[in-house]
């Protein structure tokens, strides 16, 4: 059964799932490497979908197994590769700028940022990289703060290849049944982006309040009555007095 025939007789596709279909029924192998390349740049693509599908395409012969790994690893790279370029030319003046300008973000968060990404760059983009969401987004502070390209290039396909592998390799042994890695995938990044927004609410809700807290007291109408209060009426006369 070939990919077009399961999507007629099983499961009926979504418009992408379809056209994903179609994309590795033309050019095999290649075709995973080129969707997830995309899937890097724009990360609502859903690489849950690409890479159980392209290990059941591998399942009925469209392409070999370890094609398919392959292949779609390469496809990770390039796609980091060209966000990690972008994050270089933005480079670090002028990200510092742009935060600057943002509410709430204060340089110092910058600055330790950089520190953090500085002690534990390598392991954020190893790790990043089975990430749901933060897959790509790790790629643009690695250029930023100008990691060198090969260590970056290194953890980054180490990393996609054991995403990758995991991914591919159920689909190809869940054959028609591909679409079950998708749903159980699916509740894990539902939870990553829950985290996510909790943490940027819980940020901005912390700063909010110490904002609030630092702002100077207002100073009570009579302040300077009480300062004049503490001169001692008799110093001038006092002071008249040595002069003679």
Request: hydrophobic share 50%.
């Given at each position: 059964m070939d990919l077009?025939?399961?999507a007629a007789t099983s499961a009926e596709p979504t418009g992408f799932t379809g056209w994903v279909i179609?994309?590795?029924e033309a050019l095999g192998s290649p075709g995973a490497g080129a969707i997830v390349a995309l899937e890097n740049l724009f990360p609502p693509i859903p690489s849950e979908v690409i890479l159980?599908?392209?290990g059941f395409a591998a399942s009925q012969g469209n392409m070999t197994l370890i094609g398919a790994i392959l292949w779609t690893t390469l496809g990770s790279l390039v796609g980091a590769l060209a966000l990690y370029g972008i994050g270089a030319t933005l480079g670090r003046d002028r990200t510092r700028a742009i935060a600057a300008k943002l509410p709430l973000v204060k340089i110092a968060d910058i600055d330790r940022t950089e520190a953090w990404f500085a002690k534990h760059?390598?392991?954020?983009v190893f790790f990043g990289r089975m990430i749901p969401l933060f897959r790509s987004f790790i790629s643009l502070?690695?250029?930023v703060e100008r990691m060198r390209l090969s260590t970056f290039a290194l953890f980054t396909t180490l990393g996609s290849l054991i995403w990758n592998t995991v991914f591919v390799v159920a689909g190809y042994?869940?054959?028609?049944?591909?679409y079950l890695v998708e749903e159980y995938a699916g509740v894990f990044s539902k939870v990553v982006l829950v985290l996510a927004i909790l943490a940027v609410v819980a940020f901005i809700a912390?700063?909010?309040r110490n904002n609030r807290r630092g702002e100077p007291a207002p100073q009570a109408e009579d302040a300077p009555t009480v300062q004049f209060a503490r001169v001692s009426a008799e110093a001038p006369t006092q002071e008249i007095r040595r002069l003679r």
């Amino acid at each position: 059964m070939d990919l077009t025939t399961f999507a007629a007789t099983s499961a009926e596709p979504t418009g992408f799932t379809g056209w994903v279909i179609s994309v590795m029924e033309a050019l095999g192998s290649p075709g995973a490497g080129a969707i997830v390349a995309l899937e890097n740049l724009f990360p609502p693509i859903p690489s849950e979908v690409i890479l159980p599908l392209a290990g059941f395409a591998a399942s009925q012969g469209n392409m070999t197994l370890i094609g398919a790994i392959l292949w779609t690893t390469l496809g990770s790279l390039v796609g980091a590769l060209a966000l990690y370029g972008i994050g270089a030319t933005l480079g670090r003046d002028r990200t510092r700028a742009i935060a600057a300008k943002l509410p709430l973000v204060k340089i110092a968060d910058i600055d330790r940022t950089e520190a953090w990404f500085a002690k534990h760059g390598v392991k954020a983009v190893f790790f990043g990289r089975m990430i749901p969401l933060f897959r790509s987004f790790i790629s643009l502070p690695a250029g930023v703060e100008r990691m060198r390209l090969s260590t970056f290039a290194l953890f980054t396909t180490l990393g996609s290849l054991i995403w990758n592998t995991v991914f591919v390799v159920a689909g190809y042994l869940l054959g028609e049944s591909w679409y079950l890695v998708e749903e159980y995938a699916g509740v894990f990044s539902k939870v990553v982006l829950v985290l996510a927004i909790l943490a940027v609410v819980a940020f901005i809700a912390v700063r909010i309040r110490n904002n609030r807290r630092g702002e100077p007291a207002p100073q009570a109408e009579d302040a300077p009555t009480v300062q004049f209060a503490r001169v001692s009426a008799e110093a001038p006369t006092q002071e008249i007095r040595r002069l003679r």
